[in-house]
């Protein structure tokens, strides 16, 4: 029982702590509408994304677990061709990124990725150590919060820190909103919590996410490297 009543606390903390550090008050619900517009999915690009998916971990759960928002694939498209940075949670997560592209460049069909992609880990700011102490975050939720600002017209990429995850849907709550979000924490308590967050506010921000509890650093990047996949392809059309 006390560990169910320390997680309730450590859910609490975290998301007062990231209210407490806003500038901006909450801004007002929106009106409840009493029509709701079913989204179109581009369900092509979509069925890509859940095939890497498959195709990197070998779990055919992927099909029915990938969750798409507010046209993601055409945010990441947008990111891409804007050249926008690519801001990760951890080390681990950015390394994994970098990898995928190695292994892409090796193949004979990848000149796209001659393209460099700036990838950054948000825990390795200079700041995010101090500011995480301070305020009791982990390291990669301190450096969003440092990079608030910079994470506007970006891609975020978490696929290990819970905190981090709901500490950029709560910055996107307020207005700092990257061009997309991949959430693929893995986990059972906090990470499956903060997944749930996005899908359950209207943070009116594209994303893609592992409902549950499935995830990882390999799975969001193999997301990451599909999402320019599929840019590259779409700029060889117009190009023809």
Known sequence: MSGQNEKQEYDLNISEIYDQLQKRPEPPKPPVKTEEFEEIHD????????????????DLDFRDRLVFRMHPIAAGIKAFKNN???????????????????????KKSASAFLFDLEVICAADHPKAK???????????????????NEIKNSIVVIGQDDSALLGVGR?????????????FPAGFENQ??????????????PFILS???????????????????????????TKD
């Open 211 to 237: 409902s549950g509890t499935k995830g990882g650093i390999m799975i969001a990047a193999a997301v990451v490297v599909e999402l320019f996949k599929i840019w590259n392809d779409e700029q060889s059309m």
């Open 84 to 106: 926008s940075k690519i801001y990760t949670d951890t080390p681990l997560m950015k390394d994994a990124i970098l990898s995928k592209i190695r292994e892409e460049r090796e």
């Open 130 to 148: 101090e500011f995480s102490e301070k305020h009791n975050l982990s390291k990669a939720a301190a450096g969003f919060m440092v990079l608030k």
């Open 43 to 58: 369900v092509n690009n979509e069925n890509k994304i859940r095939l890497a998916c498959i195709l990197e971990s070998g």
């Open 192 to 205: 499956k919590q903060s997944k749930e967050f996005l899908e359950n506010n209207k943070l009116e921000t």
């Open 171 to 183: 910055l996107a709550e307020r207005g700092n909103k990257p061009f997309l979000i991949l959430g």
